[in-house]
């Protein structure tokens, strides 16, 4: 029993032991940040799968439609349009990327809470909170539209989840990226609601900054999927 | 008991006792019990998956038998792997990562309490599901890797396969949701001085299994997602007349499924770890290279699966890098292997049960090592898959590896969640019996393969030279059946006869042991301060630790700072320029004072029903789809708009209340 | 979001270390991004449009170049990457090389680059 003291625990320990509350996290940071980025990473193989499956299927359907050009004349007499709608889909990615925009500014207001207000009318109005989350939920609402749009035409034109490869792989892709942005949405929908009860501040910065993380990646994924999916033929 | 001679006397009434009572298990949020009840539920299923084992040597013990149908045969061999896989090893593993990764770095609890809660009871429902099948005589029939097109309704069209792919995603939920949590823990949760290169190789080897589960179990999800399309709502990922590829399951699965083998093993290795450095009264051989290589492994985990599927024919590049891939896991695989081996050189060894098993482990997951590099190489393989060879290799690295393993970690942490040792004399009847009954149920399997008994037939003929071989397999399984018999007498016996174990049972050198066993609620009444890897010893065997790094000048280089270099501010170490010997400074072992966490003023999470109801939901969620192919499709969907209503509403109730009372 | 109590900031820990960086990207920042990723996306638009660019063999690469570029900025000034904790990049990075690698590995073994380039084996 050389060390009897240490055995029994018998020391005056520093403030930084503190048996009253919690000890400071070992990096500083916040638990739920490292986990909301732990499951982002795990997002990551989520669509790698999906988007993998979708481009090795791609071009192997046995009756159409197809996403691009697939047949034109010579081969066939009767050429095959392509199903998928550059237009439309440019339009909804411009408003995802912009849902980006407002979900920064929304995050960066929260942070900005107890600094003081600029004078002009315009610039406090930039502040609001209420402002961005609104408008990053009302352009992700608007994403979906475009989606739901999109769904219901490709169903009109005969391409449904069972038609073919094309329809299955594609539907189920963009319909997880979608069930992805509706989870955004609620998930925005219930800071709005919590900031109307009581206001965001700073403090509650990191769970706006973990909603925002989430929406993000979800946007990376929509361009990526933009681009493999729509643009490459 | 031979190194800390004078262990504080251990008077069990003395210890905190927690709540008891039906509600307090079903509300509990406390790490150790969620792992105890993890030990109890997955020991269950792993005797489950036994029985089901018992059956398939029985049918296979001469030519020709017929004690069970072909298809009861499928049903038997596919729930026999799924439950050993999903049910058994993995969450035997959880169990030891619960109970352990937040004693072993210095925490009061995981990062989210509820969050773990919510794993298991996940954990248990999926389980539950998954046999329910039995009991309406549909029991997944097509495997354990349920390779499509056979799953699809098209060759499957009973419910056999729906329990199963339902089945698998309930428990995959469980993984992440877990994984997610102990990630953030073990990133998050350190004791001050616990710098990731002190923590202990089984928080370590549990560390990196986690990083294989986030990354493999999405690949896995989305297979079945497809299977569960193709199967409840016409889709064609599986559907070959409409142009699928029929490796596409193949590929996805064994993306998963090659990780999904060091999850199974890197716990084991990673309890293995933690005993034979105790029993040979010597640091672990080469501990960074020993992380490194577990690091290495896991890597390279991602980059072999498709050895699995050499018979299919991938062509001369896709077979050479795989092949190559492969062998190239031997390696660090081997770095480990050695390291165990030297770190039992000249040490004074101690052969409990524990260790026994641990060696066990050593000697026999050799031997399935050996065999897969062999299956490395694509000619080899050829001859040897989809036999009786391969069975006998998984067999080697899945009972002699990781069962092995978690066995000798049973034995080893018994005493620090009971408060009592298993008995020896039992616990060594079991390992003999086991080692002898395991080796003489495998080892012919290698023969009998290699002669050309393809895996997974129901029967043969005699005169293939096969007979022998297989009786000999059914024999082995007697004595294993003996054996498992004898721990699980022993295991309830020693609940409340064995011998009081005191603090520090085995004169281990890590951080769980510096704690009343069993631990009270908070685990640890002062957080621990961490100087070097083995801070038991360098209270109670200083000598032990002359090698090993502490916090001092020119260390620096085995701390690797993953985090940022603000941790140091952040956490200033109180002996970080201490002389060697100041060490006590930072660690002491805690007597058991027998008060709660109020007392102290400890705040602890506070019990909670909802994320059992949130699991709940999330079953019945799932159950609904089964409801598709008995054509009510009212009732599959009222229960899956039911299910889902009640997992969103107690999601809401759960993360809008506090985890614990304001102090 | 779970657990709003469990850790509250402490005192003692400065902001540097919570991965609040003093270096934070401006509002005007946040624009200029927008602006950069409005940008590319109207050039992949109009590329896509031009038959000839479209059948050289510069399509998909350039696709693929400025899609990734497109990625990168959100995820280091959206998702705030470039001022966060390094910790956080290796949690995103790694499971992002890996599944790249997956992607490649499994169009490579499904023949997609020989299907479509007609000569890479």
Known sequence: MAHASALTGDHSHSAHDDAHGHPPTSTGLDNKKIAIWAFIGSECMLFASLISTYLIYKGRSVVGPYPHDACLPPQ?????????????????????????????????????????????????RLRSSKLWLWMTALLGITFLGFQAFEFTSFVHEGL?????????????????????????????????????????????????????????????VWIAIFTLVYLIK | MATTATAPAYAPTESYVGESGIWSWLTTVDHKRIGTLYLFTSLFFFLVGGVEAGMIRAQLAGPNKDLFSADLYNQLFTMHGTTMIFLGVMPLSAAFFNYLIPLQIGARDVAFPRLNAFSYWVFLLGGIFMNFSWIIGAAPNGGWFGYAPLTTMQYSAGLNIDFWVIGLQILGVSSL?????????????????MNLMRMPMFTWNAFIVQFLLVLAFPVITIALVFLQFDRFFGTNFYTMAAGADPLLWQHLFWIFGHPEVYILILPAFGLVSEII?????????????????????????????????????????????FGVTTMLIAIPTGVKIFNWIFTMWGGSLRFTTAMKFAIGLVALFTIGGISGVMHASPPADLQQTD??????????????????????????????????????????????????????????????????????????????????????????????????????????????????????????????????????????????????????????????????????????????????????????????????????????????????????????????????ICALGMTIMFTGLLFIHVNRMPLALATMIGGALLMTLSLYAWVLTPLEDAH | MAHDTQHEPHANVDHTAMGITHEHPTWSTYWKVAVVLTLITAVEVWIYYIPSFVASRAFVPSLLIMSAVKFATVVMFYMHLRYDHKLFRALFTAPLIIAIITIVGLLFLFGYFSHRTGALL
């Open chain 1, 160 to 220: 449904t989840i069972r038609t073919n490869l094309f329809g299955s792989s594609f539907f189920t892709l963009t319909g997880f990226h979608g069930a992805h942005v509706t989870a955004g949405v609620l998930w925005l929908l219930t800071l709005l609601a919590i900031d109307y009860r009581r206001g965001l501040g700073p403090k509650d910065a990191i769970n706006v900054d973990l909603a925002a993380l989430y929406w993000h990646f979800v946007d990376v």
């Open chain 1, 76 to 124: 066939c007499s009767t050429p095959l349009k392509a199903i998928l709608n550059i237009p439309i889909t440019s339009a909804s990615t411009f408003v995802l990327l912009m849902s980006s925009l407002a979900m920064v500014l929304a995050l960066a207001a929260v942070e900005l809470k107890d600094q003081p207000m600029p004078s002009g009318w315009w610039s406090r």
């Open chain 2, 177 to 193: 949701a877990a994984a997610f949590n102990f990630i953030t823990t073990v990133i998050n949760m350190r004791a001050p001085g």
């Open chain 2, 387 to 612: 036999t009786y060879f391969v069975v006998a290799h998984f067999h080697y690295v899945l009972f002699g590896g990781s069962m092995m393993g978690i066995f000798g970690g049973i034995y080893y942490y018994y005493p620090k969640m009971t408060g009592r040792l298993l008995s020896e004399k039992l616990g060594s009847w079991h390992f003999w019996l086991m080692f002898i009954g395991m080796n003489l149920t495998f080892f012919p399997m290698h023969f009998s393969g290699l002669m050309g008994m393809p895996r997974r037939i129901y029967t043969y003929d005699a005169g293939q030279g096969w007979e022998l071989f297989n009786k000999l397999s059914t024999y082995g399984t007697g004595i294993l059946a003996v054996g498992l018999l004898i721990f699980v007498w022993n295991f309830f016996r020693s609940y409340s006869t064995g011998e009081i174990a005191g603090i520090v049972p085995w004169g281990a050198p890590t951080l769980e042991w510096s704690i009343p066993s069993p631990p009270p609620e908070y685990n640890f009444a002062r957080i621990p301060k961490v100087t070097s890897r083995l801070p038991l010893w360098d209270l109670t065997a200083p000598r032990l630790t002359r090698e090993v790094p502490h916090t001092e000048a020119g260390d620096k280089r085995l701390d690797v700072d993953v985090a940022s270099k603000h941790t140091a501010t952040g956490h200033p170490n109180p002996t970080a320029n201490a002389p060697r010997q100041g060490v006590e400074a930072g660690m002491h072992i805690e007597r058991a004072t027998g008060r709660t966490a109020r007392e102290l003023g400890i705040p602890m999470p506070n019990p909670t029903i909802k994320p059992l």
């Open chain 2, 277 to 321: 450095p105790t029993f040979s009264r010597k640091p672990i051989f080469g501990y960074p290279v020993m992380v490194y290589a577990t690091m290495l492994i896991a890597f390279l985990g991602f980059g072999v699966w498709a050895h699995h599927m050499f018979a299919v024919g991938m062509g001369p590049i896709g077979d050479t890098v």
